[in-house]
Nanobody, 120 residues
């Protein structure tokens, strides 16, 4: 199970930190991702972090503004979002996955999402 928190209303240029708490599986064995989905649009991948936290990757739209991190002792992954823009308004989801034998990432768990609204 994954449970996101930390969403809310923030002004343009502001910051938010999202959290995603995991339970019921071996969190430290899973790659973690953050996605967002705006109304009427597809769900977009924002950031990925490896199981150890040693490597991260970002979508061009958030690179330099968002930071993904994880605390395996707390079974939690975070998304620090800075310099927020109105176009960042969306529901934010975390997901957990593992690589299969063909080195494809299979997402096994999804959170329920948390709303982020960037508006003045």
């Amino acid at each position: 199970q994954l449970v996101e928190s930390g969403g809310g209303l923030v002004q343009p240029g502001g910051s938010l930190r999202l959290s995603c708490a995991a339970s019921g599986f071996t969190f430290s064995s899973y790659v973690m991702r953050w996605y967002h989905q705006a109304p009427g649009k597809e769900r977009d991948l924002l950031a990925t972090i490896t199981s150890t936290g040693g490597s991260t990757n970002y979508a061009d739209s958030v690179r330099g503004r968002f930071t993904i991190s994880r605390d395996n002792a707390k079974n939690t992954v975070y998304l620090q979002m800075n310099s927020l823009k109105p176009e960042d308004t969306a529901v934010y989801y975390c997901a957990a996955g593992r690589f299969d034998v063909n080195v494809n990432l299979r997402l096994d768990y999804w959170g329920q999402g948390t709303q982020v609204t960037v508006s003045s």
